[in-house]
């Protein structure tokens, strides 16, 4: 990566997979059309929502902007000679649908960086069963579609000028998963984009790195999602740290655990089940961890992790009563701290890391697995702390987005100025 923000890049797996977008603004919200209702309603009512006019049009380009001076976007408007750039008011618009979470992050942006004005996260399980059945079952994609919906509505609501919507590693090996893309777009008007797994660990990258201890030497940034995880190397490198190398594999929590099983009975399963846990994701990671090991020998490293067990096992570090983002975003905390908890978890049954304050039911059938994944990592990059991360996927969509428009935006005034003796506003 160099200073400034790349483009997006490989987009195959959308291409390949499910309706693609083409642009990251493509994102026209329709309702899908009413029982009874005629073609000529339907065109009336899209036409007074703005759904029906062409791409780019003053009166439905999704334009934004923040508090700070800096007004990105292309002209969004006005007679024919003039230019005119984004208005206040307007905002970027994340949506990361994962293997189990379905999150939406709704910011405008706030000089070089955002503030949020809307998220949304639930617990879908869209990857439920995917790694024995090879396919999206219709309950999981009834639960994700109805998390969409409220998706869809939020994004309506709000002033959005740019969106970008992704899905991850469910939708990319399911069999199902380009029908299930066109059935999103058919009854919420959300266009996803399957991206690779090289495209998520670089937006996962974008979205935390700020929160790198500070040092010289090399670091790991990883992301252990809900069917995959993503470990990428980087050094610094001015703003953002450079690329090294990076591995996916496709083992997340939900991967994980239906893989194996749940076989949690006695204590004696338990162990068993967690020592093959560790002994899958190593396996998986044996060729990552031989071309890194000259780097983990340096005196200066540096381990983030963004996911939901980082920031789950950083509560119980900190014995919270229930999840605070404030006190977890950003946290420094020992790796042997977060070993133990994670061989303590290993330990109980479900019903009692049920009763662990900041698991509860949602998390107790699949924090083992992250634990798991998380020990694995830890082996292969004996880093003395972790660093931890309540942002990833989303914040490197919306940083992107940004970073785009303020490509856009200097390019163009740099045309129109070259074009006239006064200075563009």
Known sequence: MADMIPPDENRSAGKKRGR?????????YKRPAQPGESPRTRKDRERRNGAGRKRGDASTSHRGNGRAPYKPGAPVGGRRGT???ARPGEAYAALDLGTNNCRLLIARPSGKDFTVIDAFSRVVKLGEDLATNGRL???AMDRALGALSICADKLRR?????????????????ANGPAFIERVYRETGIVLDIISAEEEARLAVLGCHILLEQGEGPAVIFDIGGGSTELVLVEPDGKIPRILDWQSVPWGVVSLTDTVGRGEDTEEMRAGRYAEMRRVVSESFAS???RIAGAADHGDIRLLGTSGTVTTLASLHLELPHYDRKAVDGLIVPST???RISADLSRMSPAERSAVPCIGQDRADLVVAGCAILESI??????????VADRGIREGILRSLMANERQSERALRALLESRSDKPVR
Do not use: H, Y
């Open 288 to 290: 990552f961890a031989e």
């Open 378 to 387: 830890l082996d292969l990059w004996p880093a003395l702390q972790l660093g």
């Open 158 to 174: 709000r002033n959005v000028r740019l969106a970008r919507s992704v899905a991850t590693e469910a939708c990319r090996r399911a």
């Open 20 to 28: 693609k977008s083409g642009k990251v603004a493509d994102f026209r």
């Open 83 to 85: 230019a005119r750039f």
């Open 137 to 139: 079952s219709d309950v």
């Open 337 to 339: 701290s977060m070993r």
